[in-house]
């Protein structure tokens, strides 16, 4: 497992500097409207997971601290993190969740999607003149996630890499194109590491957390989908470019999928990283608020049992 999380970090950096190279930046022509529009999206959908929470605590018999972390449309890794500071919560179920949400998007959305993928133009001819240039940008790329890292980045495998070579093309440095089948090992390392994710133990859960997990996933996928046609609607993009712009997985899964199916990664990136940032700085936080309030709730409750 532990050489599958390395493999998978490596895989993170080649995928994230090959769309650090993709991104276009006449995106941000019309980012008023579009910052207006990706916060009304993340609102609805984090107002729909709190209804979801309340339903997922009254079917599975779930408190609602950990039915809420369950529900919120946040990235694996930061939610896992949050549940595991966080006192009273379910880790075992909050992982089950959004690791059946990751899978579920990252198996089903190509199926859905196959109508409607673009394939990939044929990269030209890499030349040997750009293997050392290459190498050094993979090396720095690696380097500078400790960056990330120390200054406490969401995603940093992948966020710092992305953002290090959009500075790079921002001073007009010459950035090496990634080969294909450099980009198609990093998809395995990914794959791979995303298989492992679901452990057999999860099984113990109980059949009903079990269905209540899946059936969240797809309720989420469908409103996802629902959002990704509106985005259709307005902004004219490629439906695989909206649903996986729209879609709750992580930033990482989300443009890593982009990559494969030849959808518009630079919006889908831009949407991707919104979200995160909305759930890193305001849904968490308010997270952290409600869990504390739950908290006081329940201690003045038993205080009055006691008492009585």
């Not at 929470?53 to 601290?65: N, Q, R, T």
């Amino acid at each position: 497992m532990i050489l599958a999380y390395e493999t998978s970090n490596l895989g993170l950096v080649i995928i994230s500097v090959s769309i650090g190279h993709s991104f276009q930046f006449n995106l941000f022509k019309g980012m008023s409207w579009l910052l207006l529009l990706m916060l009304i999206m993340n609102i609805v959908l984090v107002i729909i997971s709190i209804f979801m929470a309340f339903g997922v605590k009254k079917i599975g018999s779930i408190p609602l601290k950990t039915a809420l972390t369950c529900t919120v449309p946040g990235g694996l890794g930061q939610i896992v993190v949050f549940a595991e500071e966080e006192k009273d919560i379910n880790l075992a179920i909050v992982t089950f969740f959004h690791v059946v949400r990751v899978i579920s998007i990252v198996f089903l959305v190509p199926f859905i999607l196959s109508g409607h993928v673009i394939q990939a133009k044929g990269e030209g001819h890499f030349l040997i003149s750009s293997i050392f240039p290459l190498a050094l940008l993979l090396l720095v790329s690696w380097v500078v996630v400790w960056v990330g890292k120390k200054i406490n980045l969401p995603v940093p495998y992948f966020l710092t890499p992305v953002l290090f070579v959009i500075v790079l093309k921002l001073f007009s440095v010459n950035v090496p194109e990634v080969p294909i089948l450099l980009l198609h090992a990093a998809q395995l390392f990914m794959g791979a590491y995303i298989g492992l994710l679901l452990k057999p133990d999860m099984i113990k859960l109980g059949k009903r957390v079990l269905l209540l997990g899946v059936g969240s996933a797809l309720f989420l996928l469908a409103i996802t989908f629902f959002q990704g046609l509106l985005l259709v609607y307005l902004l004219d993009y490629s439906l695989s470019t909206s649903f996986l712009s729209a879609a709750a997985g992580g930033l990482d899964q989300m443009s890593l999928l982009a990559n494969s199916i030849g959808a518009d990664v630079s919006v889908v990136t831009v949407f991707q990283i919104f979200r995160l940032l909305f759930v890193f700085l305001l849904v968490l936080p308010l997270l952290k608020v409600a869990c504390s309030y739950l908290d006081r709730r329940e201690k003045v409750l038993k205080e009055q049992i006691k008492y009585y």
